[in-house]
């Protein structure tokens, strides 16, 4: 069974578009994550959530926003899609800042 | 915010050589972790160090964590064409339960 497993791997989409990104976890983790990987490789923390609290990082636009329907599960909801947007982005989970298992990644072209 | 610092972005060496790369926090960190990343993969935890001025080993790699607990570095010696990624190291912002990553460090291996 995949540990973290996020969908869709592959989102192609025309600018202007609202897109999701599905992020599910299997291990009993408490605290789940979304990082995005641009062309450089830089991973840059957008968000973390536990079942205390919810860190935003404050240069991720408002068009991004997590939503976490229990905890096991933390989409990714973009609205908006620019350009710029266009990476990878990652799904992870840990418990609390321990070790953390990554999904295998979703790349988003928007055209 | 908390930074972490990761150097040298990017390294190339012939298979045999050493290669170092070293990771340096602007605070205190309560542990620090190790991935690497494949081309094309996502990052997988190698390692996690938690004691001041701890060494652990892993076959060809070697981790430190500083005395005052604000850096580390991954040594491999002797690369083989496997090595080949980028390695990243991680610590946790403090008092949150989220892990901030450096930059990377991208090791080619030449046969």
């Known amino acids: 069974d995949t540990a973290v497993s996020q969908t869709p791997k592959y989102l192609v989409t025309q600018m202007g578009n609202d897109k999701s990104i599905k992020c599910e976890q299997n291990l009993g983790h408490d605290t789940m994550y979304w990082y995005k990987q641009d062309s450089k490789k830089f991973l840059k923390i957008m968000f973390s959530?536990?079942?205390?609290?919810?860190?935003i990082n404050e240069t991720v636009p408002n068009r991004f926003s997590p939503k976490s329907p229990d905890k096991a599960h933390l989409n990714l909801h973009i609205n908006s899609l620019e350009l710029g947007d266009s990476a990878v982005y990652f799904c992870a989970s840990s418990v609390q800042s321990s070790e953390a298992f990554f999904g295998q990644g979703t790349r988003l072209t928007v055209v | 915010g908390q930074q972490v610092m990761q150097i040298p972005q990017y390294q190339h060496v012939q298979e045999g050589e050493d290669f170092t790369t070293y990771c340096n926090s602007s605070t205190t960190l309560s542990n620090i972790q190790w991935y690497k990343q494949r081309p094309g993969g996502h990052p997988v935890f190698l390692i996690q160090l938690v004691k001041s001025g701890e060494v652990k080993k892993q076959k060809r790699l070697t981790f430190q964590f500083g005395e005052a607990k604000k850096n580390s570095s991954l040594h491999i010696t002797a690369t083989q064409t496997t090595d080949v990624g980028t390695y990243f190291c991680?610590?946790?912002?403090?008092?949150?339960?989220?892990?901030?990553f450096g930059k990377g460090t991208m090791l080619l291996v030449s046969p």
């Open positions: 991680a610590g946790p912002w403090t008092g949150y339960s989220t892990l901030t």
């Open positions: 959530y536990n079942n205390k609290e919810l860190i």
